[in-house]
């Protein structure tokens, strides 16, 4: 009875209505101020991943294999400055044409793989970058896992840390497989056609040509002008679509280059 009546006394008391309102003001202040603390912590670990995956990619990285590259770079290594502009340009505009402005790995290509592989239900997509191949070529294996893929996009960091955009280009188009056992760009421009980056004017790759070796990295015994004409064509013809697109080529020089590789089909036919 005496507690009842002291809660009843306490009703109308200025000070206990002044506590109940304060109560929500502490809980809204107190949920802010985690909800700011969640904030900071998610740009915290997204600004530092980089540097932690170049940190990891560091210690995935083969030393030798590496070293090897530059020591081929001095010798037998073919230079961006030997290439026609083109024939880069090609292997850029169909596997990585965000190379330029990405520093390892293209978040936008990687989310679409990722729905991609999500919709089909196995891994159909794999959103690599250069980068990210030329990790996979010199230091990991063919194998489609996680842990794979996040050893390739934090050593992709770590290689961009050392490297310009143009040496790793370089790398990456002197070691990629072409198929028939070639490795690199000189030995797949021979195989394939007989020519010699650094030739003479009258035996430079081709737009077409070129075109034609920009498709391989994709599935290079699948499209191998030398197994499967027809398919090779094809994939030249969507190499050559997305130069148009990126403003790299005219719509007049797709059609040349198609027009002239489809003239040695003949000599494709005998090399089998």
Request: glycine share 6%; with cysteine.
């Amino acid at each position: 009875m005496n507690q009842l009546s002291v809660s009843a006394t306490h009703e109308n008391d200025p000070l206990f209505t002044i506590k109940n309102v304060d109560r929500p003001k502490r809980k809204n202040a107190s949920w802010k101020k985690r909800l700011w603390a969640t904030v900071i912590l998610i740009f915290v670990c997204v600004f530092s991943l980089p540097s932690m995956l170049a940190f990891a990619g560091n210690a995935w990285i083969d030393q030798k294999k590496l070293q090897q590259v530059e020591k081929a770079a001095s010798g037998s290594y073919v230079t961006l400055d030997e290439m026609p502009d083109y024939l880069w340009q090609s292997f850029v505009a169909i596997e990585d044409h965000r190379y330029w402005k990405h520093h390892g790995v293209d978040y936008i290509a990687f989310a679409r793989a990722i729905w991609a592989d999500v919709q089909a239900g196995s891994y159909v997509q794999g959103g690599s970058t250069i980068t990210m191949q030329l990790a996979r070529n010199l230091f990991l294996t063919q194998d489609k896992t996680i842990l794979r893929k996040a050893k390739e996009i934090a050593i992709a960091y770590q290689l961009e840390q050392r490297y310009s955009k143009k040496e790793l280009l370089e790398m990456y188009l002197n070691v990629i497989y072409f198929g028939h056992g070639q490795y690199g760009i000189e030995s797949a421009s021979q195989l394939y056609f007989g020519k010699r980056m650094n030739g003479a004017d009258s035996n430079v790759i081709s737009l077409g040509e070129s075109a034609i070796l920009a498709s391989l990295p994709k599935a290079p015994e699948a499209y191998s002008p030398l197994k499967h004409w027809e398919k090779a064509k094809e994939r030249q013809a969507v190499v050559l679509g997305r130069m148009v697109e990126q403003g790299l080529i005219t719509e007049e020089q797709k059609q040349v280059a198609q027009e002239e590789v489809a003239s040695k089909k003949k000599s494709f036919a005998r090399a089998i």
